[in-house]
């Protein structure tokens, strides 16, 4: 299985410039727990930002969601994968990382996003389907 078989192809993004309260609102719009934070050039790294590290900041800091902006809260850089790598690679990467989400770049453009929960979702399809022994309830 390959990572643009389970990858999720709607990414949304944000400008790294933005103010917390902006990711928060459109987080909450798109009903999603990350964004991908937006390169300022060709040369900078993709970013991540979630709900976790913006009430960590909030709490930690007390800080103001109006004067914070995302630069100062993502993760940057984004762990990175291509589209055509295979999915049991990317799971060890994001396990022995601690991260939960990674971004699929490919020839150095976004298309896509895939979470632990993507895979974990496929992982029990598959064994649902019989295709994975050991996995079934």
Known sequence: MLVKDIMQTD????????TLREAMAQMRQHKVK???V?????????GMITYSAILRTIVSEEGDID??????????PALIVPQ????KYVARMMISQFQRRVVVLESGKL?????????????????????IEGVRD
């Open 111 to 131: 298309v896509g996003l895939v979470t632990m929960n993507d895979i974990v979702g496929e992982v029990l399809r598959w064994a649902e389907e019989g295709h």
């Open 34 to 36: 990350s964004l991908v």
């Open 11 to 18: 990414v949304i993004t944000i400008s790294p410039l933005a």
């Open 67 to 76: 004067l914070i902006n995302v630069y100062d809260v993502c993760t940057k």
């Open 38 to 46: 937006e390169r300022r050039d060709e040369h900078d790294a993709y």
């Open 84 to 87: 055509m790598m295979d999915v």
